[in-house]
């Protein structure tokens, strides 16, 4: 499970635009384009699994909420 930490919390209906980038050694999560929040962390795959996002697993830890234009990418992008 991982879990990506905000600070300070958000405010309930108001939309973020929230990034997180994993180069190997730091967690970084982007809140509106600015940095929020970095971390070390280890990233460990073991087998292939599904990839819940909101939830811990399906039923479990939801995220009451809404996701717009989410995507995931297998590689950095450019600032731009």
Do not use: C
């Amino acid at each position: 499970i991982i879990t990506i930490s905000i600070r300070p919390p958000t405010t309930a209906n108001q939309w973020y635009h929230i990034a997180v980038v994993f180069d190997e050694i730091l967690e970084r999560v982007y809140v509106d384009r600015e940095l929020n929040n970095q971390s070390a962390k280890m990233l460990l795959m073991h087998e292939v699994r599904d990839i819940f996002i909101g939830a811990s697993e399906p039923g479990v830890e939801h995220f009451s909420g809404y996701l717009s234009s989410l995507t995931v990418h297998d590689s950095a992008l450019s600032p731009d």
